[in-house]
């Protein structure tokens, strides 16, 4: 049986309960697999799997009571810079919509309509795609608080756009949520991870043996990577990635991730990957324990990204950190206009420090903007655009 890590809260009561019955609908599924079922597979159910994964169920993942923060959930300074970028891409369109993918608790859907009334400069209509339906119910309670002027404009698409879309595509920390295959470099080649049933848990095995060909063996060659290293690989992404390369008219995607460009992603000295678990605000790497309670991870590989963007016809924009990108789109402005007393100033320092320091999000996440038909790229990446990075 696999031990919890000593820096792991306890669960309670309910969360070992429901962490049960996860494991027990996984390991069906591990064994009409035959055993071992690929990486992806699992952490796609240990995730979404309906009333049941992390993702799928009413728990409280956001903010400071749940288990991890993301840049909305911090306050207002993320969403009022990016609503000052979707206004730059609107006004160049002369109109059109926004298209949040993954809209967790809908606190960046508010911010950013609120900031776009502000700005005067609404889209259209605002479509949101999630696949949770727990925080779809979540996201429409969000929405019912906005005005009605604005509440009116949203609405939760069942599928993707059939004809053109134009506008604004945003997504949040969703490319980092997409199932990912998890593999290691043999002296035989690269093998595929699975996941298999132990005494009381789960724990890794072989799903595919080592193969000397196809794109995991060619990605291993190309970096180097020695016997005994483990990382991820994301075909899921590329394939979301292709898809809006087919609907994507005219407009911008504003891609906001935990991440690197390929050389640094695929580095010698990150030979255990890239997974991240949280678990109420405790950060560890070991995906096969408290199924079903814990979010999972795996940084997004920039590189893998643009290639693909290329290959869909899409046009790179820009490429930064989001401390270099907040900056470009006006943090400072945003911040000079808000919060008066000495309490919110605190809580603004705090906010700024959380979004732009190296050792919080400022460096580890990056903002990639995919384009179609525009002429000028958001004036945030004015000096500070690093695409040439994505060339490794
Ligand atoms: C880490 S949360 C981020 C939530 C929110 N964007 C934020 O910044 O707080 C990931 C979100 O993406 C959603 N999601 C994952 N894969 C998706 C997909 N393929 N399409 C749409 N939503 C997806 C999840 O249900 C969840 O709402």
Redesign the pocket.
């Known amino acids: 049986m696999r031990t919890l890590l000593p820096e792991l809260p306890e669960p309670s009561d309910d969360e070992r309960a429901h962490a049960a019955r996860v494991t027990a609908h996984v390991a069906a599924r591990i064994d009409a697999a035959g055993g071992c079922l690929p990486f992806d597979r699992y952490m796609e159910l240990a995730?979404?799997a309906p009333g049941l994964g992390y993702?799928a169920i009413d728990r409280q993942?956001?903010g400071s009571a749940g288990d991890?923060a993301?840049?909305?959930?911090l306050g207002r300074l993320f969403g009022a810079c990016l609503a000052r970028q979707c206004a730059g891409v609107l006004a160049e369109l002369g109109n059109g919509s926004i298209l949040?993918?993954?809209?967790?608790?809908g606190?960046?859907c508010r911010q950013l309509l609120e900031e776009l009334a502000a700005l005067d400069c609404l889209p259209e209509r605002y479509l949101v795609?999630?696949?949770?339906a727990a925080?779809k119910a979540r996201q429409m309670d969000a929405v019912a608080a906005l005005p009605a002027e604005l509440a009116r404009r949203v609405t939760w698409l069942d599928r993707l756009p059939e004809a053109a879309f134009h506008g604004v595509v945003v997504?949040?920390?969703?490319l980092?949520?997409?199932p990912v295959t998890r593999f290691a470099v043999t002296g035989q080649g690269v093998a595929r991870c699975g996941v298999r049933v132990v005494e009381g848990g789960f724990d890794w095995c072989v799903n595919e043996p080592a193969n000397a060909d196809g794109p995991l063996a060619s990605l291993a060659a190309r970096h180097d990577l020695p016997p005994g290293y483990r990382s991820e690989y994301r075909p899921?992404a590329n394939a979301?990635i292709a898809s809006l390369g087919e609907w994507l008219g005219r407009g911008a995607a504003f891609i906001v991730d935990y991440g690197y460009p390929a050389a640094e992603y695929y580095h010698p000295e990150r030979a255990r990957g890239t997974l991240q678990c949280y678990f109420r605000h405790v950060v560890h790497d070991d995906p096969l324990v408290l199924t079903g309670v814990q979010?999972i991870?795996a940084h997004v590989d920039f590189s893998a990204v643009a290639a693909a963007a290329r290959e869909a016809g899409l046009d790179i924009m820009g490429y930064a950190s989001q401390s270099a990108f907040l900056l470009g789109a006006g943090l400072m402005d945003v911040i000079g206009s808000g919060a008066p007393t000495a309490e919110g100033q605190l809580a603004l320092s705090n906010e700024v420090k959380r979004l732009t320091l190296p050792t919080e999000m400022g460096e580890l996440v990056k903002v990639l903007v995919l384009g179609r038909g525009l002429d000028r790229a958001p004036d945030a990446f004015g000096g500070v655009d690093r695409s040439q990075a994505l060339e490794s």
Do not use: K
């Open positions: 995730l979404y993702y993942q956001f991890f993301t840049a909305p959930e949040e993918f993954g809209a967790g608790s606190a960046l795609m999630e696949t949770s925080l997504a949040n920390e969703v980092d949520a997409m899921r979301w979010d991870t």
